[in-house]
């Protein structure tokens, strides 16, 4: 005969915890949690997946409250949740019951009583304490992104035309010496065999004037 698993003692504390969690969100009455009854932040780990199965069935106001709840326990009784706030799976679970407008009004309250810097989605709020705030600083932090890209791109196309211009500049050479590998490599590295040199000449003059122009019609791996 089979029996079922006993719950987790600590998943079951957790859980039994949740309906007072609710009453503490709709009544900020730190008293319907006793201090004995405290668990550590870490401790809702054991539930990090199973939010969805703990508030099966309810309605939206009450996952609602339950996040309230656990906006407030953090604020009140100092349990730090961290980086792995419960509060990002319900907020997620929230946000698909309900339209957009509402789950926007509700994140800015969250972050409004939040001493949490990764809720309500669970990603860096950067200290935001309203929706409004937060978006100026993710758009701030994107146009700091793009400003960087910018710069780095900058100094690629600078350190690719400092390469071409120095290959350009030692292409005569390699062609009065005849070394077709040299010259391969260096029009590969972008070298430009018109361009006129202090001489007067261009590579390609210099090419035709050997006979061996044709070298300069390479591809990317120096072949002819």
């Known amino acids: 005969m089979n029996h079922p698993l006993k719950p987790d003692p600590m998943e079951q504390r957790i859980i039994d915890l949740v309906p007072l969690l609710v009453e503490l969100g709709r009544t900020t009455d730190r008293s319907v949690i006793g201090d004995a009854q405290l668990p550590n932040s870490w401790d809702f780990g054991v539930l990090w997946k199973q ?15 339950l996040i309230k709840g656990l906006t407030y326990f953090e604020r009140m009784f100092d349990r730090q949740f961290g980086s792995v706030p419960p509060v990002a799976n319900l907020f997620r ?113 210099v090419a035709r004037d050997l006979g061996i122009e044709a070298w300069l019609a390479v591809d990317a791996t120096g072949n002819q």
Not at 51 to 65: S, T, Y
Not at 143 to 159: G, S
Request: glycine letters at 4%; charged letters at 35%.
């Open 93 to 205: 679970i929230y946000a698909s019951m309900v339209d957009s407008n509402e789950r926007d009004r509700f994140a800015d309250w969250v972050l409004r009583n939040t001493v949490n810097d990764y809720t309500p989605y669970g990603t860096s709020n950067h200290g935001a304490r309203s929706l409004e705030e937060l978006d100026r600083k993710e758009d701030a932090r994107f146009a700091r992104k793009q400003a960087t890209a910018a710069r780095e791109q900058a100094r690629f196309e600078d350190a690719r035309s400092q390469k071409s211009m120095q290959a350009t500049e030692r292409l005569p050479n390699a062609l009065r010496r005849r070394d077709a590998k040299a010259v391969a490599a260096l029009i590969a590295k972008g070298a430009d065999a018109d361009a006129v040199g202090p001489s007067g000449q261009s590579a390609r003059a």
């Open 51 to 65: 939010w969805d199965r703990v508030v099966d069935g309810w309605e939206a106001a009450q996952v609602a409250d």
